[in-house]
């Protein structure tokens, strides 16, 4: 058997639910969409022809430096006008590792050999999570965004933004956000595929404004509906956002919007559960139990860390209880 038969294999096993996650569920779309990709233009490029059997440790850390190095990176046309742009880098090696590893535990379990060639072998890190804004840095985005907007940019790319912004959502959250899913009266969004499963996130009035706003212009049943049909929704933000960005706010993307999120919060002196709880952490998220009622402290803390980015973002100033630590 070789790497990429073995690879087929297990999509086709994880997409009938049959590969669970630590959590012991099923993967979601969104993995398996990103599992596919990351087979298709790393895995099976570079060892696709390797056989299962014959793969050694060395070849998993020689692989992992070829990724690194960008060996694997092109640039794809996948429809009409679309585009793939592969890249390399530490991040992409890391978690094109954790699959390749995730591949070979499952070769294991179906006896196709004895060991994992990936065990032991140390993952870079990216110095993603490194990146975040400051108030500073909130401000010059909004300012991109107003210009994007005054320069007639597309209404799903600007309001997107500001809901990733505002929310600390994942990329695929905001982009796939169903009308359906927005709790108006609750100040939530009640999401129902996610990453980690049925999440629900308390947010703030200035991103329920927001959500309002762009559900107002469509007649979709996606908040950010694509720019060409309302048939399918938004793709692309964080190459757009590096597109209008890229010279004010130089390593934006929505995973770093995300932990800039999540560090205000602990820069307002939010605690590790709260922040972890409103940002759909897979160990603390707002599951099914709060249904019907979200805890008002939640509402409260996802309330006044959008208000406070929002604040930034459009240059008001903001309140001074806003720098007091919170409770």
């Known amino acids: 058997m070789t ?69 694997s990176a ?28 995730g591949i070979f535990s499952y070769a294991v379990s179906e006896g196709y050999r004895t060991d994992n060639p990936c065990s032991g072998i140390v993952r870079p890190k990216d110095g993603t999570d490194e990146w975040r804004l400051d108030d500073a840095g909130y401000r010059q985005l909004g300012k991109c965004l107003a210009a994007a907007e005054a320069g007639g940019h597309h209404w799903q790319r600007v309001l997107a933004s500001r809901a990733a912004t505002l929310t600390g959502c994942r990329l695929d959250e905001i982009e796939g956000l169903l ?14 595929d996610t990453k ?18 762009a559900s107002a212009k469509s007649k979709s049943k996606y908040v950010f509906p694509a720019v060409t049909t309302n048939a399918k929704h938004h793709t692309g933000l964080t190459r757009w956002l590096q597109k209008i960005a890229a010279k004010d706010v130089p ?19 939010y605690s ?8 759909g952490h897979s160990r603390a998220s707002v599951t099914e139990g709060y249904i019907h009622k979200i805890d008002t402290v939640l509402l409260a803390a996802a309330d006044r860390i959008a208000k406070h980015i929002d604040d930034a973002m459009t240059e008001r100033k903001p309140n001074r209880s806003g720098h007091r630590r919170a409770a």
């Open 179 to 192: 009308k359906t899913e927005v709790d108006v009266a609750g100040k939530a969004l009640r999401l129902g």
């Open 3 to 71: 790497i990429e038969e073995l690879c087929r294999e297990y999509l086709a096993k994880a997409e009938a639910g049959l590969v669970l996650t630590r959590r012991g569920e099923a993967k979601s779309d969104s993995t398996l969409y990103s599992d596919t990709g990351r087979i298709n233009r790393h895995i099976i490029p570079l060892i696709g022809k390797r056989t299962v059997k014959d793969f050694t440790p060395t070849d998993a850390g020689k692989f992992q430096r070829d990724v690194i190095a960008g060996k």
């Open 272 to 279: 590790l559960p709260t922040i972890k709880a409103l940002v």
């Open 251 to 269: 390593g934006i993307t929505c995973k770093g919007l995300r932990h800039s999120f999540s560090s205000t919060a602990d820069d307002l002196g």
């Open 74 to 101: 092109a640039d794809i046309k996948t429809k009409l006008r679309g585009r793939a742009i592969v890249t390399g880098g530490k991040g992409t090696a890391a978690r094109t590792m954790g699959l390749l590893g």
């Open 196 to 213: 980690t499963g049925k999440s629900i996130r308390p947010v703030g009035s200035a991103v329920i404004a927001v959500v309002k706003e």
